[in-house]
RNA sequence: GGGAGCAUAGCUCAGCUGGUUCAGAGCAUCUGCCUUACAAGCAGAGGGCCGGGGGUUCGAAUCCCUCUGCUCCCA
């Protein structure tokens, strides 16, 4: 131990110091290692374009206490890290870029804008990483991916060949969500729906033969001109006569059908749809099952189009206003109203979707979906909390196609080629198509410049669904060594959120691709919210840099912040209170060191009074490894945090170092000292994978240790038998007599530093003659004398009775009210008990330790009362 | 409109298949202490009809029904 010791803790010298020692001993990294357990988490890849925000720090910091736990306790733990190219976030972010610069994505042309990308990507991608280091983030780094990497995207692209050959991937024109500002389709889990207040315009369409008009109720007036019928419910008296009829379209004076179809929302509205099947997805599968003709009257970029007729090129909103402008000026517009409304968003973007009629491509999902809702169903996969079951199998049941296709650059362009005719061939490389079209179709004069591929790139969902195995190369070698390890992985720790996106298609690809799951644990983190509730966000300014609360709190303070109040699948209302909260406990931590490190040492035997304090101390220890264990398999880190931060602070700094500290300036025994050191050792190696840094340099300076060594491998304690015994008696002291006598120093006002003098214990409790030393030294009293009868003023609690010395006086009516309700309480305690024993239907039915231990609450409650109402008659 | 879930102390939550004086923890609050590792600390205390109503049971915070209020997911 060295001699010197700072007064006070400085993380971020320290922190710093130990990351670059963990990297330079290649402490996280890892290889297959047959003698040992693998333990694999693959890290949810962060977009490329990511910094650190909030709801990283919580996420990885689970992570990374899993990680560091597993492998302390012997296992070749890998935590793989990587980044993800996120296709629209990035592209939309370099085209800004290129904006800034005055050039423009179109004109640049594919080639060079996608050297603009990777650019920008070697320049700023993977700060995120970086970041992830100052939170002391075990990440084997050597291991580092890239799901746009060359060997990841191949994995893309032959599972894209493998599937449409096996004839789940299929092109076809649907109706997608259609993002008009990042000018790209979107599936439908890309797609946020938010309620918004807008206008629900009642606009009049007149009848033939001059019947008069429908009104029709719609919120969208600029898609007028794509009306190709009005519908009505066939069971409507209100319109039933008009079936079959015509009525004349608005602004553009077109004459549409009226049909009917019980899919119509009788009390919606007038109970009269216009039908534009070319923008609602719910108009367009009418007009599939009526066979109305499509008018799409919008743009991609949605302004409208030529099809309008009308005011064409303008923005849909601009045209909504004008549109219903025209229609009052016209007499059409017969009202206004407001209404509450949900509308998709791009989760990109933010711009609201346009359902939108466009030739994508689609994985079927049908077929994945059900062996994957299986195995969460029969735990092979858990989630954690398993309240997200539920969500999992409706989504699951209810799944629809995967529209996989993106119109952009950044990403793995689809390995589709079409011929002039038409003709789809799908494979890896163009000379691979050709190979096609000459074996399949016999075409052998067909070359390179009579196909062209597909110019759209596959959604970034369809590489990260590969990543537990494609980190692992598990496509280009199925067989090679680290995926035989590795996977499946264990434990992977994600947002709720993504649950659709990510986690239930790596279950599909690692059932479809290795016949096995991905992973066994699913860990679901609630959203980091501000203390109001509030998501945290940017626009919003409520969140914290991540890395300026570590510099204020220390990397272990925010840890021991993030994970003190979130339980899993609970939002964190995240307050920098609890930031504070562990900058103080490692505080505590290292003032504890500085404690047990300073003294000066003579050579003695242990007392009887430390080897006790010793022995509690471990049976507390082993108390909490096995409660911490136990909650650790459950996934209650935040509980499993809390049995920590308890057991050092409570027991071991308020209670263990308390007894065993020697009086002012006095040496410490040497023996005592030895168990204290191994006990501070055992705790560092508990607290390790919550907070690495402190704990790695406290054990450093604890005791000698070699170069290269370090905490991060040195072993998990393991389970011992509890002395649980000991652990109640000793709690029944602390409960019954030394807390009550510094309650007695607290209202008589007596100073911690005067000894209490001529206390007196009744016979009865003789078997807590060992403990007393404890009390004395505690609670800094005389030694206590044994007597039948207890004079003075009584203290009687339920398995202890005591007394301390006074001068005849009544108990004051504060006392008095006090003892009263104590005595009442007891007694309607007493009452309940043997009302309980007295139902012969309880004794009968109980289990007969239960009614034992009914027996004995009724002796402790009469003893109770007696002793109480001798205090009282006093 | 369909589904999942929640309601326990001022706040955030725990309380597993009913039974340990079961009504708990942390934070916050209050009281007293600058006690010799730590005032970023120490020693204590107060605070809840477990959302309302009904039922099952010897026994309900826990199981069932219902009402009310909230959240999330999907359309």
């Known amino acids: 131990m060295k001699a010197e010791i700072s007064k006070n803790y400085n993380p971020s010298e320290i922190e710093s110091r130990w990351y670059q020692y963990w990297l330079d001993n290649k402490l996280f990294e890892s290889k297959p290692n047959p003698e040992k357990e693998a333990f694999a988490i693959v890290i949810p890849p962060p977009n490329v374009t990511g910094v650190l925000h909030m709801g990283h720090m919580l996420n990885n910091t689970v992570q990374d206490v899993l990680v560091r736990k ?85 994995a893309v692209i032959d599972v894209f060949v493998d599937l449409y050959n096996k004839g789940l991937i299929y092109r076809g024109v649907r109706m997608v969500n259609w993002d008009p500002l990042g000018l790209t389709a979107l599936s439908d889990e890309e797609v946020i729906h938010k309620e918004v207040r807008s206008k629900l315009y009642y606009v009049r369409y007149e009848l033939e033969n001059a019947q008069g008009h429908l009104t029709v109720a719609t919120t969208r007036p600029e898609t007028i001109m794509g009306d190709t019928a009005l519908c009505v419910h066939p069971e409507d008296e209100r319109y039933r006569h008009l079936i079959g009829q015509k009525a004349k379209v608005p602004l553009v004076n077109r004459w549409v059908n009226i049909i009917a179809d019980d899919y119509i929302d009788r009390e919606f509205g007038t109970g009269v749809l216009k039908v534009t099947p070319a923008h609602d997805i719910n108009d367009y599968n009418l007009g599939l099952k009526h066979k109305l003709q499509v008018i799409d009257v919008l743009n991609p970029d949605g302004t409208l189009s030529e099809a309008a007729e009308i005011m064409v ?68 996969v858990k989630l954690h909390p398993a309240k997200f079951k539920g969500m999992y199998r409706a989504w699951m049941e209810n799944v629809h196609d995967w529209c996989i296709s993106r119109q952009l650059w950044w990403g793995q362009q689809i390995p589709a080629f079409y011929m002039k005719d038409g003709t789809i061939l799908v494979a890896p490389t163009k000379k691979e198509a050709l190979k096609i079209a000459r074996d399949k179709y016999r075409l052998f004069a067909l070359n390179e410049s009579d196909i062209e591929q597909d110019p759209d790139v596959l959604d970034t969902w369809f590489s990260s669904w590969l990543w537990p ?11 090679n060594e680290d995926i035989r390890y590795y996977y499946p992985t264990n ?30 644990n699913v860990y679901l983190t609630g959203i980091v919210r501000d203390k109001q509730g509030r998501k ?69 035997e242990i007392s009887s009074l430390d080897s006790l304090a010793v022995s509690w101390m471990q049976a507390r220890m082993n108390q909490a490894l096995k409660e911490s264990n136990d909650l650790f398999t459950k996934f209650r880190i935040s509980d499993a945090l809390h049995v920590m931060y308890k057991l050092i602070w409570d027991d071991f700094c308020s209670f263990y170092l308390e007894i065993i500290k020697p009086a002012y300036g006095q040496p410490i025994g040497s023996s005592v000292l030895q168990e204290t050191i191994s006990i501070f050792d055992w705790l560092l190696r508990f607290a390790h994978p919550f907070m690495p840094f402190v704990t790695e340099e406290i054990w450093h300076q604890l005791g000698e240790r070699k170069s290269g060594d370090s905490i991060c491998i040195a072993s998990y304690p393991s389970e ?15 409960e019954e007599l030394l807390v009550p006598i510094r309650n007695y120093r607290n209202s008589n006002q007596i100073s911690p530093k005067t000894v209490l003098e001529g206390l007196q214990i009744s016979n009865a409790n003789s078997w807590v003659k060992p403990y007393l030393p404890l009390v004395v030294k505690l609670g800094n009293t005389a030694e206590f004398t044994f007597a039948d009868s207890l004079s003075g ?60 231990k009914e027996r004995q609450k009724k002796t402790d409650a009469e003893a109770k009362i007696a002793a109480l109402e001798k205090v009282l008659a006093s």
């Open 313 to 380: 090129g303008e923005d849909r909103f601009v045209a909504r206003k004008k549109a219903a402008k025209m229609l009052a000026e016209q007499g059409l517009l017969e009202k206004e109203e407001e209404i509450t409304n949900n509308v998709g968003t791009s989760e990109r973007t933010g711009a609201v979707i346009e359902p939108r009629i466009s030739m994508q491509w689609f994985l079927k999902m049908e077929s994945l979906a059900k062996p994957a809702l299986e195995v969460v169903e029969n735990d092979t």
């Open 536 to 604: 945290m966000s940017k626009s919003l300014g409520n969140s914290p840099d991540p890395l300026d609360l570590i510099a204020q709190y220390s990397a272990d303070g925010v840890r021991i912040g993030m994970l003190l109040s979130s339980p899993a699948g609970n939002d964190l209302l995240f307050d920098e209170k609890l930031c504070e909260q562990g900058r103080n406990f490692t505080n505590k931590l290292w003032n504890a060191f500085r404690l047990v490190g300073g003294w000066e040492v003579k050579e003695q």
């Open 793 to 852: 003023q009584v203290f009687a609690g339920k398995r202890l009775d005591w007394s301390v010395p006074q001068e005849e006086r009544e108990l004051n009516a504060e006392e008095k009210e006090k003892l009263m309700a104590e005595l009442e309480y007891t007694k309607g305690f007493l009452l309940q008990v043997e009302q309980k024993l007295s139902n012969e239907r309880f004794v009968a039915n109980a289990k007969a330790d239960l009614v034992e």
């Open 70 to 154: 597993a492998r302390m306790e012997g296992k070749e733990a890998v935590w793989v890290p990587g980044t993800d190219h996120a296709s629209i976030a990035t592209e939309a972010k370099v085209v800004a870029l290129l904006k800034e610069q005055g050039l423009d994505k179109k004109q640049l042309g594919r080639e060079k804008f996608l050297e603009h990308a990777f650019a920008w990507k070697e320049k700023y991608g993977g700060i995120i990483l970086e970041q992830l280091k100052k939170l002391g983030a075990s990440c084997d780094w050597s291991r580092t991916r890239f799901t746009m990497e060359p060997e990841l995207s191949k």
């Open 720 to 734: 011992k038998v509890v002395d649980a015994d000991l652990l109640s008696q000793v709690s029944v002291v602390v």
């Open 491 to 520: 434990d992977l720790v994600t947002a709720p959120e993504i649950l659709f996106f990510w986690v239930a298609r790596m279950i599909m690809a690692g059932l479809e691709y290795r016949k096995e799951v991905p992973f066994k």
């Open 469 to 479: 195995i494609s980190v692992f190369d598990g496509f280009k070698n199925p067989d």
